[in-house]
Protein backbone atom coordinates (compact mmCIF):
# COMPACT_ATOMS: atom_id res chain seq x y z
CA UNK A 1 0.00 0.00 0.00
CA UNK A 2 1.43 3.57 -0.85
CA UNK A 3 -0.11 4.72 2.34
CA UNK A 4 -1.59 8.20 2.39
CA UNK A 5 -0.44 10.39 -0.41
CA UNK A 6 -0.79 14.32 0.46
CA UNK A 7 -0.10 17.06 -2.45
CA UNK A 8 1.74 20.07 -3.12
CA UNK A 9 4.65 18.99 -0.51
CA UNK A 10 5.28 22.51 -0.28
CA UNK A 11 3.31 25.26 -1.35
CA UNK A 12 4.66 28.58 -1.20
CA UNK A 13 1.52 31.96 -1.75
CA UNK A 14 1.29 35.09 -1.04
CA UNK A 15 -1.17 35.91 1.24
CA UNK A 16 -4.97 36.73 -0.23
CA UNK A 17 -4.34 33.87 -2.50
CA UNK A 18 -6.67 30.29 -2.62
CA UNK A 19 -4.49 27.29 -1.53
CA UNK A 20 -5.89 24.22 -2.25
CA UNK A 21 -4.23 20.78 -0.22
CA UNK A 22 -5.08 17.43 -1.56
CA UNK A 23 -4.93 14.16 0.39
CA UNK A 24 -5.59 10.26 -1.00
CA UNK A 25 -6.79 8.24 2.15
CA UNK A 26 -5.33 4.63 2.58
CA UNK A 27 -7.62 2.09 0.38
CA UNK A 28 -10.23 0.85 2.55
CA UNK A 29 -10.36 3.38 5.29
CA UNK A 30 -13.33 4.85 6.44
CA UNK A 31 -12.37 7.59 8.87
CA UNK A 32 -9.88 11.02 7.35
CA UNK A 33 -8.54 13.50 9.44
CA UNK A 34 -6.96 16.97 8.56
CA UNK A 35 -4.38 18.03 10.95
CA UNK A 36 -2.04 21.34 11.33
CA UNK A 37 0.67 21.43 12.95
CA UNK A 38 3.29 24.25 14.15
CA UNK A 39 5.69 24.90 16.93
CA UNK A 40 3.36 27.43 18.62
CA UNK A 41 0.29 25.34 18.95
CA UNK A 42 1.38 21.50 18.24
CA UNK A 43 -0.23 19.24 16.58
CA UNK A 44 -4.07 20.43 15.83
CA UNK A 45 -6.95 18.75 14.23
CA UNK A 46 -8.57 20.71 11.61
CA UNK A 47 -11.78 18.44 10.58
CA UNK A 48 -12.90 14.51 10.63
CA UNK A 49 -14.95 12.85 7.86
CA UNK A 50 -16.02 9.32 8.53
CA UNK A 51 -17.77 7.87 5.29
CA UNK A 52 -16.97 10.76 3.80
CA UNK A 53 -19.00 12.78 5.55
CA UNK A 54 -17.99 15.66 8.20
CA UNK A 55 -18.31 14.73 11.52
CA UNK A 56 -16.59 17.47 13.59
CA UNK A 57 -15.32 20.57 12.34
CA UNK A 58 -14.67 22.20 15.29
CA UNK A 59 -11.38 22.68 14.96
CA UNK A 60 -11.42 24.45 11.48
CA UNK A 61 -10.13 28.33 12.60
CA UNK A 62 -12.66 30.13 10.56
CA UNK A 63 -14.89 30.67 7.47
CA UNK A 64 -11.64 30.86 5.38
CA UNK A 65 -11.09 27.26 5.63
CA UNK A 66 -13.23 24.96 4.20
CA UNK A 67 -13.04 21.21 3.17
CA UNK A 68 -14.36 18.23 1.50
CA UNK A 69 -14.77 14.53 0.65
CA UNK A 70 -16.49 13.73 -2.67
CA UNK A 71 -15.87 10.13 -2.61
CA UNK A 72 -13.74 7.44 -0.36
CA UNK A 73 -10.56 8.39 -1.97
CA UNK A 74 -9.97 11.97 -1.92
CA UNK A 75 -10.12 15.08 0.36
CA UNK A 76 -9.32 18.68 0.06
CA UNK A 77 -8.75 21.10 2.17
CA UNK A 78 -9.18 24.59 1.15
CA UNK A 79 -7.64 28.03 2.44
CA UNK A 80 -9.52 30.84 0.80
CA UNK A 81 -8.21 33.99 1.24
CA UNK A 82 -4.29 32.65 2.94
CA UNK A 83 -3.30 34.81 5.18
CA UNK A 84 0.65 34.80 7.10
CA UNK A 85 -0.48 33.00 10.59
CA UNK A 86 -1.49 29.68 7.94
CA UNK A 87 2.08 28.85 7.73
CA UNK A 88 2.12 25.30 9.07
CA UNK A 89 2.66 21.98 8.25
CA UNK A 90 -0.80 20.09 7.30
CA UNK A 91 -1.49 16.59 7.72
CA UNK A 92 -4.12 14.20 6.48
CA UNK A 93 -4.35 11.16 8.37
CA UNK A 94 -6.64 8.01 7.58
CA UNK A 95 -7.82 5.15 9.82
CA UNK A 96 -10.60 2.54 9.80
CA UNK A 97 -12.16 3.57 12.57
CA UNK A 98 -15.96 3.05 13.94
CA UNK A 99 -16.54 -0.22 15.47
CA UNK A 100 -12.88 -1.55 14.99
CA UNK A 101 -10.98 -2.26 18.78
CA UNK A 102 -8.65 0.74 19.54
CA UNK A 103 -8.94 1.50 15.62
CA UNK A 104 -10.13 5.16 15.44
CA UNK A 105 -6.90 6.36 16.88
CA UNK A 106 -4.80 4.18 14.62
CA UNK A 107 -4.09 7.26 12.43
CA UNK A 108 -2.12 6.61 9.47
CA UNK A 109 -0.54 9.76 8.78
CA UNK A 110 1.09 11.63 5.51
CA UNK A 111 4.10 13.05 4.53
CA UNK A 112 2.51 16.74 4.96
CA UNK A 113 2.08 19.85 3.11
CA UNK A 114 4.50 22.96 4.25
CA UNK A 115 2.51 25.77 3.78
CA UNK A 116 4.44 28.75 3.61
CA UNK A 117 2.42 32.47 3.22
CA UNK A 118 4.18 35.02 2.31
CA UNK B 1 -9.05 12.23 29.58
CA UNK B 2 -6.22 9.97 31.20
CA UNK B 3 -2.60 11.97 31.61
CA UNK B 4 0.84 10.69 30.65
CA UNK B 5 3.86 11.24 32.22
CA UNK B 6 6.98 10.23 29.74
CA UNK B 7 10.92 11.34 30.23
CA UNK B 8 12.02 14.19 28.53
CA UNK B 9 14.86 12.40 26.88
CA UNK B 10 17.03 9.55 26.60
CA UNK B 11 19.62 7.78 24.99
CA UNK B 12 20.31 4.47 23.35
CA UNK B 13 23.00 2.75 21.93
CA UNK B 14 22.42 1.36 18.21
CA UNK B 15 21.69 -2.16 18.21
CA UNK B 16 20.41 -2.03 21.87
CA UNK B 17 17.10 -2.25 22.84
CA UNK B 18 15.58 1.09 23.57
CA UNK B 19 12.99 0.96 26.34
CA UNK B 20 10.63 3.78 26.42
CA UNK B 21 8.79 4.27 29.63
CA UNK B 22 5.09 5.65 30.37
CA UNK B 23 3.07 6.34 33.16
CA UNK B 24 -0.60 6.58 33.21
CA UNK B 25 -1.91 6.32 36.41
CA UNK B 26 -5.45 7.75 35.95
CA UNK B 27 -6.19 5.31 32.83
CA UNK B 28 -9.86 4.19 32.61
CA UNK B 29 -11.01 0.77 31.97
CA UNK B 30 -12.15 1.55 28.15
CA UNK B 31 -9.22 3.24 27.69
CA UNK B 32 -6.80 1.87 25.05
CA UNK B 33 -2.84 2.69 25.63
CA UNK B 34 -1.39 4.12 21.76
CA UNK B 35 2.30 4.53 21.16
CA UNK B 36 3.24 7.15 18.30
CA UNK B 37 6.35 8.64 16.74
CA UNK B 38 7.31 11.71 14.63
CA UNK B 39 10.16 11.70 13.30
CA UNK B 40 11.97 15.37 13.11
CA UNK B 41 9.85 16.76 9.67
CA UNK B 42 7.59 13.99 9.19
CA UNK B 43 4.00 12.95 9.77
CA UNK B 44 3.07 10.96 13.00
CA UNK B 45 3.76 7.40 12.82
CA UNK B 46 1.25 4.96 14.10
CA UNK B 47 3.59 2.05 16.22
CA UNK B 48 1.23 0.31 18.34
CA UNK B 49 -1.62 0.10 20.45
CA UNK B 50 -2.85 -2.24 23.64
CA UNK B 51 -5.70 -2.53 26.40
CA UNK B 52 -4.18 -4.78 29.04
CA UNK B 53 -2.36 -7.15 27.16
CA UNK B 54 1.12 -7.42 26.01
CA UNK B 55 1.45 -6.39 22.31
CA UNK B 56 3.58 -6.94 19.33
CA UNK B 57 4.17 -6.23 15.71
CA UNK B 58 7.15 -5.72 13.70
CA UNK B 59 8.05 -2.31 15.13
CA UNK B 60 8.07 -2.70 18.79
CA UNK B 61 6.50 -4.56 21.46
CA UNK B 62 3.96 -2.59 24.02
CA UNK B 63 4.27 -4.42 27.69
CA UNK B 64 1.13 -2.93 30.32
CA UNK B 65 1.48 -3.27 33.59
CA UNK B 66 -1.18 -5.46 35.65
CA UNK B 67 -2.99 -1.97 36.69
CA UNK B 68 -2.80 -0.71 34.08
CA UNK B 69 -1.04 2.20 35.27
CA UNK B 70 1.99 2.15 33.45
CA UNK B 71 3.53 0.98 29.93
CA UNK B 72 7.01 0.39 27.94
CA UNK B 73 7.54 0.57 24.74
CA UNK B 74 10.31 -1.53 23.48
CA UNK B 75 12.28 -1.32 20.58
CA UNK B 76 13.85 -4.51 20.67
CA UNK B 77 17.22 -3.34 18.23
CA UNK B 78 17.41 0.17 17.66
CA UNK B 79 18.88 2.04 14.81
CA UNK B 80 19.66 5.54 13.63
CA UNK B 81 16.28 5.41 11.72
CA UNK B 82 14.42 5.54 15.01
CA UNK B 83 15.79 8.95 16.18
CA UNK B 84 12.57 10.51 17.45
CA UNK B 85 9.89 11.84 19.37
CA UNK B 86 7.91 9.37 20.82
CA UNK B 87 4.49 9.97 22.44
CA UNK B 88 2.51 7.78 24.51
CA UNK B 89 -1.43 8.74 24.25
CA UNK B 90 -4.04 7.18 26.50
CA UNK B 91 -7.47 7.52 24.55
CA UNK B 92 -11.02 5.41 24.59
CA UNK B 93 -11.71 2.67 22.50
CA UNK B 94 -15.00 4.13 20.91
CA UNK B 95 -15.15 7.15 18.09
CA UNK B 96 -18.00 7.94 19.00
CA UNK B 97 -16.98 11.32 20.74
CA UNK B 98 -14.51 12.18 18.10
CA UNK B 99 -11.55 12.89 19.95
CA UNK B 100 -9.12 14.32 18.65
CA UNK B 101 -5.34 12.86 18.91
CA UNK B 102 -3.70 14.77 20.92
CA UNK B 103 0.37 14.38 21.67
CA UNK B 104 2.03 15.53 24.83
CA UNK B 105 5.27 16.48 24.82
CA UNK B 106 6.96 12.83 24.65
CA UNK B 107 10.36 11.14 25.06
CA UNK B 108 13.27 12.63 22.57
CA UNK B 109 14.78 9.16 22.07
CA UNK B 110 18.56 9.56 20.43
CA UNK B 111 20.50 6.56 18.82
CA UNK B 112 23.57 6.68 19.26
CA UNK B 113 26.13 4.89 16.75
Known amino acids: DAGVIQSPRHEVTEMGQEVTLRCKPI?????LFWYRQTMMRGLELLIYFNNNVPIDDSGMPEDRFSAKMPNASFSTLKIQPSEPRDSAVYFCASSFGAGVAGGFYTQYFGPGTRLTVL | DAKTTQPPSMDCAEGRAANLPCNHS???????VYWYRQIHSQGPQYIIH???NNETNEMASLIITEDRKSSTLILPHATLRDTAVYYC??????????????FGSGTQLTVLP
Open chain 1, 27 to 31: SGHNS
Open chain 2, 89 to 102: IVRPFSSGSARQLT
Open chain 2, 50 to 52: GLK
Open chain 2, 26 to 32: TISGNEY
